[in-house]
């Protein structure tokens, strides 16, 4: 989606969504932003309106089944879990502006963990190329929505990620498992 922030009278572009069932997504305006919280949304952002002073163009991207991104990070125990959103904007003004934007992610069956796992969100920083969670707030799952929501405060390449929740074994009693458990060093010897 590539799109003038401002449309029509009263009216402004804040963001896009995409929902899996239905098959496509859908622009986020002023005037049905708030039908978003209560619905079953793949992957959803809306900028926060104070940021889009002095925008001229939104540019915002939805990676439904983003392959692609599945092995960009091989620096970090993160795994992807969601779809990617790619955001970015033009400005006609060239003073910096803090953006603030509202992400929502649901996580694909594809990418579901197979160990205990905690989930962040993060933007792809392609000078470190890994998944950083810098500048976002930690997820909170929404029970009625099945999705986490998480904020930043600067736009880049956005997922919902995972890495496995490490348990600390006892080397001198335990061994350490791949899934991220311990088992006992006797029931191993059995």
């Known amino acids: 989606m590539v799109q003038q922030p401002y449309q029509r009278a009263n009216v402004t572009t804040l963001g896009a969504f995409y929902t899996d069932d239905v098959g496509g997504g859908?622009?986020?305006?002023?005037?049905?932003?708030?039908?978003?919280?209560?619905?079953?949304?793949?992957?959803?952002?809306?900028?926060?309106n104070q940021s889009l002073i002095g925008v001229t163009f939104l540019n915002m991207f939805i990676i439904d089944k983003p392959t692609t991104y599945e092995?960009?990070?091989n620096a970090s125990n993160k795994t992807l879990a969601s779809s990617v959103i790619v955001v970015a904007v033009q400005r006609n003004i060239s003073e910096f502006t803090s953006m603030n934007?509202?992400?929502y992610f649901q996580v694909l069956t594809e990418y579901k963990?197979?160990?205990?796992?905690?989930?962040?969100?993060?933007?792809?920083d392609t000078n470190n190329r890994r998944w950083n969670d810098s500048g976002c707030t930690e997820p909170r799952f929404i029970n009625q929505s099945n999705r986490y929501e998480c904020s930043c405060n600067h736009l880049s390449t956005f997922a919902l990620?995972?890495?496995?929740?490490?348990?600390s074994c006892n080397i001198?009693?335990?061994v350490p498992l791949p899934n991220g458990t311990c088992i006992s060093r006797s029931d191993l010897q059995v």
């Open 26 to 48: 859908a622009i986020i305006d002023s005037s049905n932003g708030n039908n978003t919280y209560n619905t079953f949304l793949t992957a959803a952002a809306i900028i926060n």
């Open 71 to 73: 092995n960009m990070d």
């Open 101 to 103: 934007i509202s992400l």
């Open 113 to 124: 963990p197979t160990v205990d796992a905690a989930y962040s969100c993060s933007f792809y």
């Open 161 to 167: 990620v995972w890495s496995p929740n490490i348990t």
């Open 172 to 174: 001198i009693t335990q």
